[in-house]
Each structure stands twice: as structure tokens, then as C-alpha cells.
């Protein structure tokens, strides 16, 4: 039987671009670049995702959401977290606390971070103190600091019951 705790950790990168929304943590948010991908793009969800079936070793979004299936295409990656949620439910798990940071060198990530909490907290079924998201920048250096991407890493204790 596994333990009743049991900890995840997701990482994930997405390519800047223009003549596409930039959705984060599931909402969107005024830039004249946006996130490339197959689904939204939501780089911060996607490390959620990640974290929380690590977290039960049950594997990646790349496996569980293949990029050659079409029904994922364009798809809010809302609806992706919202089936790791019932996986992770289905596994007799729930999330005690999360905490992801945003790497993004702009535009200013500050004013959404409570809409982007509360957005969380509904998808992942939990209750806002649990839900952790903190943005931060790599001073100009590297992909991050030269705005050619955002990248996200987030840890999540999962509880079980
Ligand atoms: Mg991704």
C-alpha cells in the first residue's frame, strides 16, 4: 500500500510566440505573445499536471494526453488537470498543498496571481492557503530572460483520503 503522503514534483517549458493567447495558470492574461503548443499551452498547469502524477508515479501529460491525439488540440489544459484530478482521486489521493513558480522575464505576473490561485483551487477541489503561486524572473539571463519562453516548476503533497 502506498504512503498517505506522497510528494510530486512537474516542470515544464513553452515557447513564446506571436498570434496566440497567453493563458497561464488558466487565466488569460494581456500580452502581445502567447504560449505555443498543442492544447493551450498553459505551461503553469502543465507542471501541476506533471507534479501531481508524479507524485503517484503514474507517469506524464505527454502519456496521458498525447500530442497526436486531436481531441486535445486547442484544448483549455484546465479540462487536462481536471482528469488528473479524478485519476488522483481515483487513486484514493487528494492534495494537501501545492506550490508552483512561474518563470517569465514579462509581462508582470502580479496582478493575476489571485485569479490564477482561485482558478487552481477550483480545478484541484482544495481550498486557497493550500494553493501556492509565486513569479519570478532570471534577471535577463538565458531563454527565460531573453522572453523566448516561460518556463514553471511545481511541488504537490498529496494526501491520501
Ligand atoms: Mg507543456
Known amino acids: ?33 502567447g504560449l505555443k503548443g498543442h492544447s493551450d499551452a498553459d505551461v503553469l498547469i502543465h507542471a501541476v499536471c506533471d507534479a501531481m502524477l ?4 503514474l507517469g506524464d501529460i505527454g502519456k496521458l494526453f498525447p500530442d ?16 488528473v484530478v479524478d485519476r488522483v482521486t481515483k487513486e484514493g489521493y487528494k492534495v494537501s498543498n501545492i506550490d508552483v513558480t512561474v518563470v517569465a522575464e514579462a509581462p508582470k505576473l502580479a496582478p ?5 490561485r482561485q482558478t487552481l483551487c477550483n480545478a484541484l477541489r482544495t481550498d486557497i492557503p493550500e494553493v501556492s503561486i509565486k513569479a519570478t524572473t532570471t534577471e535577463g539571463l538565458g531563454f527565460s530572460g531573453r522572453g523566448e519562453g516561460v518556463s514553471a516548476t ?8
Open 54 to 57: 508524479g507524485a503517484l508515479a
Open 68 to 83: 497526436t491525439d486531436t481531441r486535445y488540440e486547442g484544448v483549455s489544459s484546465l479540462l487536462l488537470l481536471e482528469e
Open 154 to 161: 511545481c511541488v504537490v503533497l498529496l494526501a491520501r483520503g
Open 112 to 116: 493575476h496571481i489571485e485569479k490564477m
Open 1 to 33: 500500500m502506498m504512503a498517505e503522503y506522497r510528494i510530486g514534483h512537474g516542470f515544464d517549458v513553452h515557447r513564446l510566440v506571436p498570434d496566440r493567447k497567453l493563458i497561464l495558470g488558466g487565466v488569460e492574461i494581456p500580452y502581445h505573445l
